[in-house]
């Protein structure tokens, strides 16, 4: 059991699994394991299809390591993996939570033979603005600090990942905040944008910003009002995989149609 993570006894290494033709990347959030989007994935996986989910550089070991990773670093780990499920797969869709949103948003904007794009909390903008210029400014002399107490929430027991943040990881973060917010008109495929109402992570009013920047035709936004940041582990966690499923299901008939026409 590693000790530097909340809930070390869950699974949270990376994971593929195979199935129907149809492949499903979801990546996971900052500071988080695969734990965070398995839920997802098994339910994915048990209505035929193939997914995947890897364990990002810097996560599920030390918060120092953490903090010497780069955001090109986690990018690359997310193409490996999109590159193993086109292997094996005749269509791929890319989802993730937080920062996994961030990063599934990115693949999609070089991606454009992606089927579609499942956006949950993507971290787009900070709940608390001012954390952009606090990491730059402490990161050379407080590289690491604690996350603080919040309110305990249902998906507490679900999820695996580090009580501290990384300074320098923080700064990470926030430039690949910028590179994906710059391209979001490169966005063409189908996307589904799902946000809380409750989540203090995240300002919500960016699942808003995304919807309106996106230049795909094709786009869904939901509200949950009740929600907090990790959604995929919240009390919401039925209706957001239901989701999920109708929007893959969908896209896929229309795949379909297109190629028996």
Same mark, same amino acid.
């Given at each position: 059991?590693?000790?530097? #993570? !909340?809930?070390?006894?869950l699974?949270? &290494?990376?994971?593929?699994?195979? @199935? /129907?033709?149809?492949?499903?990347?979801?990546?996971?959030?900052?500071?988080?394991?695969?734990? =965070?989007?398995?839920?997802? %994935?098994?339910?994915?996986?048990?209505? /035929?299809?193939?997914?995947?989910?890897?364990?990002?550089p810097?996560? /599920?070991?030390?918060?120092? &390591? #953490?903090?010497?990773?780069?955001?090109? *670093?986690?990018?690359?780990?997310?193409?490996?993996?999109?590159?193993?499920?086109?292997?094996?797969?005749?269509?791929?869709?890319?989802?993730? &939570?937080?920062?996994?949103?961030?990063? @599934?948003?990115?693949?999609?904007?070089?991606?454009? =033979?992606?089927? /579609?794009?499942?956006?949950?909390? %993507?971290a787009?903008?900070?709940?608390?603005? &001012?954390?952009?210029? #606090?990491?730059?400014?402490?990161?050379?002399?407080?590289?690491?600090?604690?996350?603080?107490? =919040?309110?305990? *929430?249902?998906?507490?027991?679900?999820?695996?990942?580090?009580?501290?943040?990384?300074?320098?990881?923080?700064?990470?973060?926030?430039?690949? !905040? !910028?590179?994906?917010?710059?391209?979001?008109? +490169?966005?063409?495929?189908?996307? #589904?944008?799902? +946000?809380?109402?409750?989540? @203090?992570?995240?300002?919500?009013? %960016?699942?808003?910003?995304?919807?309106?920047?996106?230049? @795909?035709? *094709?786009?869904e936004?939901?509200?949950?009002?009740?929600?907090?940041?990790?959604?995929?582990?919240?009390a919401?966690?039925?209706?957001?995989?239901?989701?999920?499923l109708?929007?893959?299901?969908?896209? =896929?008939?229309?795949?379909?149609?297109? %190629?028996?026409?």
């Amino acid at each position: 059991m590693n000790s530097n #993570l !909340q809930n070390p006894h869950l699974e949270g &290494e990376s994971f593929f699994w195979k @199935a /129907g033709p149809t492949g499903v990347l979801l990546i996971h959030g900052f500071t988080a394991t695969t734990s =965070e989007v398995r839920p997802l %994935a098994e339910f994915l996986y048990e209505h /035929g299809y193939t997914v995947a989910g890897p364990l990002l550089p810097g996560h /599920g070991s030390s918060v120092q &390591e #953490l903090g010497r990773c780069r955001w090109r *670093d986690w990018s690359d780990a997310v193409e490996a993996t999109y590159r193993d499920l086109v292997a094996v797969c005749e269509r791929v869709f890319v989802g993730g &939570e937080s920062m996994g949103g961030l990063l @599934a948003l990115y693949l999609a904007e070089h991606h454009p =033979e992606l089927c /579609g794009v499942m956006s949950y909390a %993507a971290a787009l903008d900070y709940a608390a603005p &001012e954390s952009r210029w #606090l990491s730059r400014l402490l990161a050379p002399f407080v590289p690491v600090i604690d996350k603080g107490h =919040e309110p305990p *929430d249902v998906g507490d027991r679900l999820w695996q990942g580090y009580n501290q943040r990384s300074l320098p990881a923080v700064n990470q973060l926030t430039a690949l !905040q !910028q590179e994906v917010r710059h391209h979001l008109n +490169q966005i063409t495929i189908p996307i #589904l944008i799902v +946000q809380g109402k409750r989540d @203090a992570s995240v300002s919500p009013s %960016a699942a808003q910003w995304l919807y309106e920047r996106v230049a @795909a035709v *094709d786009k869904e936004l939901h509200w949950f009002d009740d929600a907090p940041h990790v959604i995929l582990l919240s009390a919401a966690r039925r209706a957001v995989e239901s989701l999920t499923l109708h929007f893959i299901r969908r896209i =896929e008939a229309q795949h379909r149609s297109a %190629a028996s026409a």
